[in-house]
């Protein structure tokens, strides 16, 4: 897969390198980031390492030491990737076989890969399960995914590149990597913090950016059903920026609309002119 992975000071690349009993391994006592590489250089790093340190927090573990991570970047980004991923991940470290921890140093995981540029748009899928909008982990990036993994596999045998949850409270909620937007009656929404989602990165450039273009957007409280007569749908990611969808489930929709080209139109402008 082309990826260069830098470990607790090491470039090591395929050779095995995390121990056995990292309570990220046994328990997934973990948090990461995932930041887009453009042009060889990650993209909002300052964000993206300030919610990293929010997910530490919220796990009760230590804010992540800066320079060790920059180690990390430099070593996985020596050559120039025109478009990638960045992935840094940020352990408990060494812990028991149980949810127990041990006093013991973070580990440090960053990785880098070149991936397809996306897609202008695509389908997704709304499963089954549901985000706990009252979890202990709620709103925490964490490595923890394995629901992700099995919705994500079931948007896949249905054609679509993202599942998307509702919350217990049947409210729309985000996608396993993504968050979501909808326009209803000319109106950007999506959905409040309150309700479970990610605090995305570019879901906060998207809303900050729209909102200096003059689009009116509004963070709300959305039942999940809104997706089966929005006008328009996009979801918003790291490696997706501004992506519209042009199908949820069998529901085919004209994408991109007038508001969603809006939306990427003041995106990319932004983003070009480097701003973090």
């Known amino acids: 897969m082309n990826v260069r992975v830098w470990v607790d000071g090491e470039l090591v690349d395929e050779k095995p390198s995390v121990r056995a009993l990292d ?5 997934g006592d973990g948090v990461f980031e995932t930041a887009k590489i453009v042009d060889g250089r990650p993209f909002a790093i300052g964000r993206h390492n300030d919610r990293l340190d929010r997910s530490l927090r919220g796990l009760g573990l ?4 800066r320079g060790r991570l920059q180690e990390g970047f430099d070593a996985v980004l020596a050559e120039p990737i025109d478009f990638g991923r960045l992935r840094y991940t940020v352990t408990a470290g060494e812990g028991p076989l149980g949810s127990d921890r041990i006093d013991s140093p973070l580990t440090y995981i960053v990785a880098a890969m070149p991936v397809a540029r996306p897609e202008p748009t695509t389908k997704i899928v709304v499963v089954p399960w549901t985000r706990n909008e009252r979890s202990a982990v709620a709103g925490l990036k964490t490595t923890s995914y394995a629901e992700n993994v099995v919705a994500l596999a079931a948007a896949h045998e249905q054609g ?12 729309l909620c985000e996608g396993t990597g993504s968050n979501i937007f909808v326009v209803v009656g000319g109106e950007l929404l999506t959905p409040k913090l309150e309700c479970g989602p990610l605090a995305g990165i570019t879901r906060a450039l998207t809303i900050e950016w729209g909102r200096e273009a003059g689009i009116p957007i509004r963070e709300e409280v959305l039942p999940i059903d809104v997706l089966d007569s929005a006008d328009e749908v996009f979801l918003t990611s790291s490696t997706r920026d501004v992506q519209a969808v042009h199908a949820v489930g069998d529901r085919e929709l004209a994408a991109p609309g007038p508001v969603t080209a809006a939306a990427v139109a ?10 973090d």
Do not use: K, L
């Open 62 to 65: 230590p804010a992540a030491d």
């Open 23 to 27: 309570h990220g391994i046994t328990v």
């Open 160 to 171: 679509g590149t993202e599942a998307i949850f509702a919350n217990t409270r049947g409210e």
């Open 266 to 275: 003041a995106f990319t402008a932004a983003s070009a002119a480097g701003r």
